[in-house]
């Protein structure tokens, strides 16, 4: 399972950056898509909300999955929401740096909607970096720690890929609100 993991999530992170249309039988004119019945077609966990960020926003050195390092990073763990059959659906961290992150054999690339992605499965977990600019010549690398057993507590590949577009999306848009890195935050909710 832990090769198969990094393949599926290329996969469906592929797949999730095709724009989803409305289903065929939506009522046209009702000016509203609701993703339940396309979440649902797409095999996502739709029992899954948000994640939120339960400590956070402050600035570390290292950054976990890269060895032994002194990166400068804005760090954040947060919870995802549980449903009744997985009370606890475990955390996932973010380490958030402006450094450039050199990655390995190991770590594979992707790039979707101008991103560049990389992930890896390893002894301790997933992870996934996506390489974000800033429009003004920044390049800021997120890395994403999701612990091992992520799977089992009821999270697909799917959940996994929506989650990481919607706390890339808003970081994106709180970068554009910053002027300076001390005025940076990570998204304190995701909702996907």
């Known amino acids: ?4 993991f990094p393949l599926l999530f290329l996969l469906f992170f592929i797949a999730s950056c095709v724009k989803s249309a409305p289903p065929e039988n939506a009522e046209s004119g009702s000016g509203e898509y609701t993703a339940g019945s396309g979440a649902q077609a797409a095999g996502r966990n739709t029992d899954f909300r948000d994640a939120v960020l339960i400590r956070g926003n402050f600035w570390t050195r290292g950054i976990t999955g890269f060895g032994e ?3 400068l990073a804005l760090t954040g763990e947060y ?10 659906s475990g955390s996932f961290s973010v380490h958030l740096t402006e450094e450039h992150l050199f990655f ?3 770590w594979l690339p992707l790039t979707a909607r101008n991103l560049e992605v990389f992930h890896r499965a390893a002894e301790d977990g997933y992870y996934a ?3 974000l600019d800033d429009g003004v ?3 800021w690398t997120a ?4 612990p091992r057993g992520v799977e089992e507590s009821g999270l697909n590949l799917t959940d996994l890929n929506l989650l990481i577009r919607s706390w890339t999306e808003s970081f994106l848009y709180f970068l554009s609100l910053t ?3 001390s005025d940076l935050s990570l998204p304190a909710v995701l909702e996907f």
Not at 79 to 84: A, E, H, L, P
Not at 143 to 146: N, T
Request: glycine share 12%; no cysteine; charged share 20%.
């Open 129 to 131: 970096a996506v390489v």
């Open 79 to 88: 919870r995802i929401s549980g449903t009744k059959q997985h009370e606890d």
């Open 143 to 146: 890395v994403f720690h999701f």
């Open 137 to 139: 010549g920044t390049l």
């Open 179 to 181: 002027r300076t890195p």
């Open 69 to 71: 390092n002194g990166f």
């Open 104 to 106: 390995s054999g190991e």
């Open 1 to 4: 399972m832990t090769r198969l």
